[in-house]
């Protein structure tokens, strides 16, 4: 196969930008592909309220771009009646905004779909709670002047797409878009976005899933109709309703991923732990879309029995809430903890987990298994121990030629995939720029299959 020309321009104009692929590294993340940039917080991030950017997970398609403020505008355009091009000084001259608030992936714990899907394999960690500070989207479309009949609102960032890949845009309703709490935000606890969380400007989209919180904007247009992009048509789709799982679902029968559902995370005990006996805290944190959590409950029983946790203190409308609650088995022996969270709207994490196609909104009650044992002392705990992972062979040149030259290897090795899933991933791959000679085909799916199954 030949290089398309579009592919071989954008490799090479890629190569010539200050991109920085990488992000700034941070230390102590899960790192699921260090190219395009894809971090997850673990499990220890779920014990502070507010989660510090260096523990803040990264999820970016493409690579991060590097934006210098001096050529930086923001263009607003479309159905509006006086189109703007702002500075970031001009941008900051409106009332600035601050919120503390959830961003969480819509893929966070696709890793933890049976059947499994490609993708990111997120566990927990695609979340954080962070203090956002910007302006309103609402003003800034005000000073444009909305004309009458606009649908959407659609946001376009700084990054290239790898390879043919389309380019990440993203739109949001009229009706979300106005909201006194959706903000182009330039700060991010305290200090200006960083490269890998959008700088100089993002949108801050509460209480919907981080697909929504478009990084690095240059880019706002006014909408008569909705948007059809890949981003928004094929991508972040879901069915909204239980299907048979492993089965495809057409997009046109899904609609866009938006709020974020009702969620908790159980941050310690770890799974696999061993305790001595004696009082512990079982502790994690809750949150849900646009309905605030009330409520989370925790089973030390397998799920007979649930009682209230204590919330923390700490709350905003769209944060998530720290719980804790202090346990005394009574005898040693295998537990399995659960944490249930319910918000004001009534809703409430389901014991199952529904099946979609792409993994998004993952959020069923979790199930923490500890063994409690008279050979440690009361207090003492012994996390987990480290998965040992099997050695990989080394892969072959055509997979290194065809598949690394855009995304590092972990991406490829977190994957859970069927040889029939596999074909179809080359052949995604091939649409996105890859360059797969014929010869190599068989070879590469066989190094996949072999060794990244389900
Ligand atoms: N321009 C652009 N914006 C983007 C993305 C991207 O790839 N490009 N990724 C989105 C997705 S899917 C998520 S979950 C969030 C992640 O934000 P973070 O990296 O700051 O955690 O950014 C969103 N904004
Ligand atoms: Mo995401």
Redesign the pocket.
């Known amino acids: 196969m030949i290089y398309p020309r579009r592919t071989i321009l954008r490799l090479l104009s890629a190569a010539a930008l200050p991109v920085l692929g990488r992000g700034q590294p941070k230390p102590g993340m899960v790192v699921r592909c260090p190219r395009p940039e894809n971090v997850e917080m673990p499990l220890d991030g779920f014990s502070t309220w507010i989660t510090p950017v260096d523990r803040?997970?990264?999820?970016?398609?493409?690579y991060t771009p590097a934006v210098g403020l001096q050529d930086w505008r923001l263009e607003v355009a479309g159905l509006v009646g006086q189109p703007l091009t702002l500075s970031m000084e001009e941008l900051r001259r409106f009332p600035r905004v601050e919120l503390t608030g959830v961003?969480e992936?819509?893929g966070n714990g696709r890793g933890l779909f049976e059947p499994s899907m490609p993708g990111m394999q997120w566990k927990y960690g695609?979340v954080?709670n962070a203090r956002w500070a910007g302006v309103r989207l609402a003003d800034v479309l005000r000073k444009a002047g909305v004309k009458p009949g606009a649908v959407e609102v659609l946001f376009d960032?700084a990054?290239v797409p790898v390879g043919t890949m389309p380019e990440?845009r993203r739109s949001i309703p009229m009706k979300k878009a106005l909201e006194a709490n959706t903000l182009l935000a330039y700060d991010m606890n305290n200090a200006p976005l960083t490269p890998?969380?959008?700088f100089p400007l993002r949108l801050i989209a509460p209480g919907w899933a981080?697909?929504s919180?478009?990084?690095?904007l240059t880019r706002i247009e006014v909408l008569d109709r909705e948007y059809d992009g890949f981003f928004m048509k094929t991508a972040y789709r879901h069915p909204g309703r239980p299907v048979v799982p492993g089965t495809p679902v057409k997009p046109e029968e899904m609609h866009p991923v938006a709020a974020m559902r009702v969620k908790s995370v159980i941050g310690g005990p770890l799974h696999g732990a061993r305790l001595g006996a004696g009082a512990m805290r079982v502790h994690g944190a809750a949150w849900s879309g646009e309905s605030p959590v009330t409520l989370v409950e925790v089973s030390t029983d397998g799920g007979r029995t649930f009682r209230p946790a204590v919330l923390g203190r700490d709350r905003a409308p769209f944060a998530w809430r720290l719980w804790e609650t202090t346990w005394s088995p009574s005898r040693p022996g295998y537990y399995t903890l659960m944490a249930r969270a319910r918000d004001a709207s009534g809703d409430v994490q389901p014991l199952v987990q529904e099946w979609n196609p792409s993994g998004y909104l993952w959020n069923v009650v979790q199930q923490v298994g500890i063994e409690v044992t008279p050979e440690l002392a009361a207090g003492k705990v012994v996390p987990p121990g480290e998965q040992k992972e099997g050695r990989l062979p080394a892969p072959p040149a055509s997979f290194r030629r065809a598949c690394l030259v855009c995304h590092d290897h972990e991406v490829v090795e977190q994957q859970r995939l069927t040889p029939a899933q596999w074909e179809r991933d080359i052949d995604k791959m091939i649409r996105w720029g890859a360059q797969v000679k014929d010869s190599d085909r068989a070879e590469i799916l066989k190094y996949l299959g072999d060794n990244f199954g389900p």
């Open positions: 803040f997970f990264v999820r970016s398609h493409h961003l992936c819509a695609a954080g960032g990054d990440f890998s969380h959008g981080g697909d919180w478009v990084k690095w």
